[in-house]
């Protein structure tokens, strides 16, 4: 069953178009920036992290882009396949804690 | 390694009643956190435990509490339970040694309030 909100942001895509996520931060403070994968019935899963001294890290198909300057991140994903259909989530860490953001649902139609 | 941990991973219970879930970190991780998440409020941070101790909290009211063990395992407890109690609990673990490092999370557990 679904795990996460009704009401999220959709972004649909084809399979084999790329993907890019989008998402705002609010404290100019935090240092660190996590992305996460919730498919249905699961918990999130790690995708991606970088610190606030970089603005750029690429992983296996993904890369997540920082600009500090507008407290903006978003997360890319090449050639988007069927098994990337999930909710991504933005986390910030702020005074150790783990902040998350609303949530985008990727839909990848064939 | 095995991932996190959490039992139950349903459980249905009525308003007023109480209910404890139970998570094992991955081992090796000292640092236990726990959220909720609910269509309405997305996840939300709902305290962390290191080294038997809580270490940071959030915003919920006093019915929501929690421990760990010295083998790092956590457990949550809700006391005198509300409709609105309905979520997916997760826990996550981590290293733990410096706070803020990259939480790896469990399946959760689905609590319905009837």
């Known amino acids: 069953g679904e795990s996460v909100g009704l009401h999220l942001p959709t972004l649909s895509v084809q399979e084999g178009d790329n993907s890019i996520i989008n998402c705002a931060y609010s404290?100019?403070?935090?240092?660190?920036f996590i992305w996460y994968k919730q498919e249905s019935g699961k918990g999130p899963q790690f995708i991606i992290d970088i610190r606030s001294n970089m603005d750029k890290r690429q992983g296996q198909r993904v890369t997540v882009l920082l600009n500090k300057t507008v407290k903006h991140l978003s997360l890319q994903i090449a050639a988007t396949q069927p098994g990337d259909s999930a909710v991504y989530f933005c986390?910030?860490?702020?005074?150790?804690?783990?902040?998350f953001g609303t949530g985008t649902r990727l839909q990848v139609f064939p | 390694k095995a991932g996190v941990t959490q039992t139950p991973r349903y459980l249905i219970k009525t308003r007023g009643q109480q209910v404890t879930l139970s998570c094992s970190p991955i081992s090796g991780h000292r640092s236990v956190s726990w959220y909720q998440q609910t269509p309405g409020q997305g996840l939300q941070f709902l305290f962390e435990?290191?080294?038997?101790?809580?270490?940071n909290k959030g915003n919920f009211p006093g019915r929501f509490s929690g421990r760990q063990f010295s083998n790092s395992r956590s457990e949550m407890n809700v006391s005198t339970l509300e409709l609105g109690d309905s979520a997916l609990y997760l826990c996550?673990?981590?290293?733990?040694?410096?706070?803020?490092?990259?939480?790896?999370f469990g399946p959760g557990t689905r609590l319905l309030v009837l």
């Open positions: 996550a673990s981590s290293l733990g040694d410096r706070g803020g490092e990259t939480q790896y």
């Open positions: 986390a910030e860490i702020l005074t150790d804690k783990l902040i």
């Open positions: 435990y290191f080294s038997e101790t809580q270490r």
């Open positions: 404290n100019s403070a935090s240092d660190y």
